[in-house]
């Protein structure tokens, strides 16, 4: 088959698009530079080129799964269960695809060494796990230690304080947070650990006193809930949490009861201030957010809606809705989004899930999130992989599913609209991102091949849903590991050159050596790179400029890069890591008028080819 290339261009009209249709060699030549694989990926070849044996990788009793299996993805929290290096190696094998680590359990050496062994497994295994932390949040707010855990009854009398005192009776218990005594008023319905109710009937400067309305046992440093409220610790992050996140290079970063975009935008300031460019993600937990939503989804990285807490704000019955509306609304946006919290509940203590909660793992694989998260099931559970390979299992199924009807309907089957734009700037890349989808259902591809500077390409295929697995290559370990939030993409690290038939052939080689296609196997190949023009005209910069900056003689440094997207133009890595992190906040219209003549322009292109071509 010969290969078709379609180049589109910021420039060009759509029936120029239309009409571009040129030999692979001088389209190569022309257009754009694709890859070449670095000494990682040859690692990666090397380490799979023996799928029957990857046994060889893992601890003895493993069951690994084919990862292009399932496209939702799963992510594990750790804990005491599963903190080791083999551990971390077996829930890799099984199915995991990103670590997360609660801030509020454990010390900064225990999330360390969870996170060197998972740099461990990225660098010497052929699997690839993302890492996420839960930065500490004065949100979770707990209960002091008790000697011997009290069983409140109804009408009893409980008192929560910040007195600090060395003992206390049986019916009094310290809390983790002395403005707790700010927040609480007379008549706030207060939750314990999801069994406990208590309602206060009094107050003074350093005791709340309650009525019990719903009896239960306390345990020792449960979190405690002022229903429908925040103690607004969102801005309050504990130092030595941002300074693990930052040190250890995490690809994601998710704050706690986030109210509105603010909150967000602060947190991704404090960490480009430190250097870091890990991704936010926004967790939504209490009405606030949900009357904010919308600004919260657009100045997030990823949205996780953490379903206890959120249950416990709201009335239960909405929790289900209001999950399925954030997944919609994510998805249009081309924002990842988790689904948290009580998935295999179960399972902390029994071998097997009850059937509702697989009915659940079932209904938000169908609202097509981008991946469940397991909690206290791999954290401290009796079973973490039995409970991992339920979730995998479940999943795999619905999507087999929905897969069906894909082939009866294939663009139906698509997940977004065709005339909805992500983004007016992105317009050319969100149509070649559509049409690779189409024609990948279509013609019943084996794979959709992307080839991505930043992973944002592949995450406007992924955001479609296509049948077919996506197989990203990005040139950065960074965007490589941020794609494993993703749904149905399975990323590689490779370092872009100037040969794009070479580097297309050695990516193919790679992906036959395991497995994962075969020759002859029909793929549509995708790629967002630097290449046309350089700079912009004088007339088009001024226009963009003076657009972003409203009037003002001065943009800031964070605003560059969009601006410089609304003329389909790229800085180089180096120029945006200084315009991130260097001295001055804003720059005037002569220094973003020099970056912009020294960007280059995004060039987006598909082709349709097999693997037996490719690799020749």
Known sequence: MSPAFVA?????????????????????????????LSADVAVESAASADVDKIERWVPEGTEPVDQLERRTKIVCTIGPTTCSYENLLRLSAEGM??????????????????????????ARTPYIIGSMVDLGSLDMVKLGEFSSAPHLSKGEEFTLTVRHEVEYDELTSEVSYDGFIEVAEVGDLIQINDNVELIVAS?????VVCEVIKGGQL?????????????????????????????????????????????????????RDRGCNSGVVAKVETPKALQNI???????????????DLGTSIAFEKVPLWQERITKLCRECGKPVLVSTHFLDSMVAYPTPTRAEITDIFEAVRQKADALVLT??????????????????????????????????????????????????????????NSASIIANQQLAKAIVVFTQKGLMASLVSRNRPNAPILAFAPTAEAREKLTLVHGVRPFLLEF????????AEAFKVLVSRGWLESGDLVIIVADVLGGRSGAPDSEKRAVFDEVAEGSAEISSSRVRAA???????????????LAHGDTGTISYEEFAEVASNAKQIVHTVQLDTAHNAAE
Do not use: C, W
């Open 376 to 433: 206290t099931e791999t954290a401290s559970g009796r079973y973490p992989y039995k409970a991992l390979n339920a979730m995998h299992v479940a999943a795999k199924r619905m999507e087999s599913k929905a897969q069906e009807s894909a082939e009866i309907d294939p663009i139906a089957a698509l997940s977004m609209p065709l005339d909805k734009p992500f983004q007016s700037v992105l317009r050319v890349a969100e149509n070649i991102a």
């Open 497 to 504: 050159s100037d040969d794009p038939e070479h580097t297309i």
């Open 564 to 578: 410089l997207r609304k003329m389909s133009l790229k800085a180089t890595d180096t120029v945006e890591f200084k």
């Open 97 to 122: 695809n990103l670590v997360r680590l609660n801030m509020s359990h454990g010390d900064y050496k225990f999330h360390k060494a969870v996170l060197d062994s998972v740099k461990k497994i990225n």
């Open 294 to 308: 919308e600004s919260i989804v657009e100045a997030a990285d990823a949205i996780m809606i953490a379903r206890g």
């Open 219 to 271: 345990t020792s440093r449960a979190p405690i809930i002022v229903r429908g409220k925040s103690y607004s610790a969102s801005t309050n992050v504990p130092t030595g949490d941002l300074e693990l996140a930052t040190s250890e290079d995490v690809d994601f970063v998710s704050l706690s009861f986030v109210e509105d975009a603010a909150s967000v935008e602060q947190l991704r300031s404090e960490l």
């Open 8 to 36: 589109a261009g910021a420039g060009d009209s759509r029936r120029q698009r239309e009409k571009l249709r040129v030999s692979p060699r001088k389209h190569a030549r022309l257009r754009y530079g694709l890859v070449r």
């Open 203 to 207: 107050k003074n400067s350093t005791d």
